[in-house]
């Protein structure tokens, strides 16, 4: 089956924009959760949807903000770009967790935003 | 402030020992822990989920959780060339959710031929 797909692989955009990323997940996952990974902070956790609801945020201002559709598509948004903004933003799609403790998750291929 | 804490490294192992990489973390309400390998240039794969004290076994891989002590570790047996990367841990909500989910900074892995 088709993995997750993000797009565009890479943005470049400038101080003071905004910029909204998608995510389509693996079919049949309902969950899509987004990260942050720079090179000083490591990976860090955005946000979680599930069902389009958001069900948990990470420590992130409210400039970034996101959304998932009813075929489970996601986008981020984030508004009123900063240089510290740089960043690969990652989602991933997972099956929600059932009796027995399985988890299955997969990594999308990313988004490289540089902020200038 | 929650932490995740893991030895940068790196690690490095001959080919055919076992790794053992080490994790502990600050948040008593950590209730699910992730292992996750990323080589160079590479998005994250999920490797092992524990959230039960004790060990699980997945192949190559055995992850190990104490609560108690707040720490999780992963063994890889028979570490192949092929298993050098980062391996980064994280702690979250209970139930497998991404919930307060804390990623450690990772342990770079190098298996050595």
């Known amino acids: 089956k088709a993995g997750v797909t993000q797009t565009p692989r890479y943005l470049i955009k400038t101080r003071g ?33 599930f069902s389009e609801t958001q069900r948990n945020k990470g420590n992130f201002p409210g400039r970034f903000s996101g959304r998932q559709f009813s075929n489970s598509r996601s986008e981020m948004n984030v508004s009123t770009l900063e240089l510290g ?19 299955e998750q997969y990594f999308g291929p990313g988004t490289r935003l540089t902020v200038t | 402030q929650k932490e995740v804490e893991q030895n940068s490294g790196p690690l490095s192992v001959p080919e055919g020992a076992i790794a053992s990489l ?18 160079s240039g590479k998005s994250p794969e999920l490797i092992m989920f ?13 992850a190990q959780l104490n609560k108690a002590s707040q720490y999780v570790s992963l063994l890889i047996r028979d ?10 841990c994280a702690g979250g909500a209970p139930g497998g959710s991404q919930g307060n989910l804390i990623f450690g900074k990772g342990t770079k892995l190098s298996v050595k031929p």
């Open chain 2, 50 to 62: 524990i959230y039960s004290n004790g060990d699980k076994e997945d192949g190559r891989f055995t």
């Open chain 1, 17 to 49: 924009q905004q910029v909204t990323l998608s995510c389509s997940p693996i079919s049949g996952h309902r969950s899509v959760s987004w990260y942050q990974q720079t090179p000083g902070q490591g990976l860090q956790f955005l946000f979680e949807y």
């Open chain 2, 79 to 88: 570490s192949q060339p092929s298993d050098s990367a980062t391996y980064l």
């Open chain 2, 22 to 39: 080490n994790c502990t973390y600050s948040d008593r309400g950590s209730q699910s822990f992730f292992w996750y390998r990323q080589y």
């Open chain 1, 85 to 103: 903004d740089s960043a690969l933003y990652l989602c991933a799609s997972s099956l929600e967790v059932v009796a027995g403790g399985s988890y």
